[in-house]
């Protein structure tokens, strides 16, 4: 994902128009937790200050091109290195980015769309998780109540 790129996108909206790195990266890893997937996310220079919000997810990782080069060169030396680039989506509304994830044959989605997508899934409750019993089977007290409760003799 191109940090900027999407994060000037969602700044447009009055609502989110104090959204920074930090609050960003949050959304995105919590969007890849629902959805079960994981990112990479890289912003341009050599980012804010205090970095303490933007590390630590399992599901995303978050990098800064640095001084000598720009996001868009590091995105695309990233599409160019991946074994599987097929199962890539670039995330940036950049028309170069989008070239150099045709040109290797992955998906490209406009900054724009991707956030209509993230929206979309934060607004829906997120999933319960699975109860233990249903990898664990329940307690043989609880056998013994459904036993007795269907009549059924051990």
């Not at 000037?8 to 969007?31: C, K, N, P």
């Not at 994981?38 to 933007?54: N, V």
């Not at 030396?77 to 199962?87: F, L, M, W």
Request: proline share 5%.
């Amino acid at each position: 994902m191109d940090g900027y790129n999407l994060l000037r996108i969602i700044q447009r909206s009055e609502s989110m128009a104090a959204l920074d790195e930090a609050g960003l990266v949050h959304i995105l890893s919590e969007y890849l937790k629902r959805t079960r997937d994981r990112g990479q996310i890289i912003f341009d220079g050599i980012g804010p200050p205090d970095k303490s919000g933007l590390g630590g997810f399992r599901n995303l990782e978050v990098f800064f091109s640095g001084q000598d080069k720009d996001a868009d060169t590091v995105i695309e030396e990233k599409i160019q290195d991946n074994t599987a680039p097929r199962s890539l989506i670039v995330v940036s509304s950049d028309r170069r980015l989008k070239a150099a994830a045709k040109k290797r044959k992955a998906v490209s989605l406009g900054a724009d769309m991707f956030w209509m997508s993230v929206c979309k899934t934060m607004e829906k409750e997120p999933p319960r998780p699975e109860p233990k019993e249903k990898r664990h089977g329940i307690t043989d007290a609880e056998t013994d109540r459904w036993l007795d409760y269907f009549g059924i003799d051990e």
